[in-house]
């Protein structure tokens, strides 16, 4: 066995803990959402988590399954440390005017985050205002959806880590010739 299997099995355990937080961030984002659909930004999350689960899944499998081709799980790796970059880098623009969390007028104006908006007769109505009992809890509720991408995007840029570190181990393994779990398989 190599000495590498522990630290494959330790990136793996980290990418499946990260999807599913990253899953999890999404959803509650898009279930709270309350006017229109919501945004792309929150729903390519949900993806992301979701096929970082399935990429951790197969991984985990291809180091005890021979019937899962190494090269699998090598692609599976490379395209969610893309998947990932592409994810956090959306969160990061989408967030990039809030300055932290910090700045509330371009916070309730933000569109990943208010949980969505319509004019009304008299101004505007916000996704975060609905079932708020007064002005404060909604203001709480825009802070915590920004907190919540906040943590999806590093979580994302962790992800993109965890990754290249995969694609790594399993490019050294396989340029050795060598194996890591079953005959053959290298993460």
């Given at each position: 066995m190599s000495?590498?299997?522990p630290v494959s099995l330790a990136l793996r355990a980290v990418q499946f803990l990260c999807g599913i937080v990253i899953l999890a961030l999404a959803v509650t984002l898009i279930t709270g959402h309350k006017i229109g659909s919501a945004p792309v930004t929150t729903k390519y999350s949900a993806f992301t988590g979701g096929f970082g689960l399935f990429t951790a899944l197969?991984?985990?499998g291809s180091l005890y399954v021979e019937f899962i081709p190494n090269l699998v799980a090598l692609a599976l790796d490379g395209l969610s440390g893309a998947l990932y970059l592409g994810?956090?880098?959306?969160?990061a623009i989408a967030l990039r005017s809030t300055n932290g969390c910090k700045d509330l007028e371009e916070m309730v104006n933000n569109g990943a985050i208010n949980f969505g908006k319509k004019k009304t007769g008299g101004g505007t109505l916000y996704g975060v205002?609905?079932?708020?009992?007064?002005?404060k809890e909604a203001i709480d509720k825009l802070k915590d959806n920004?907190?919540?991408?906040?943590a999806d995007e590093s979580l994302q840029f962790i992800s993109v880590a965890v990754a290249i570190g995969l694609v790594f181990i399993g490019w050294v393994v396989l340029k050795r010739g060598g194996t890591l779990g079953k005959k053959g398989s290298y993460v």
């Open positions: 000495k590498l299997l197969v991984g985990v994810g956090g880098i959306a969160w205002e609905i079932g708020a009992k007064n002005e920004c907190t919540k991408g906040l």
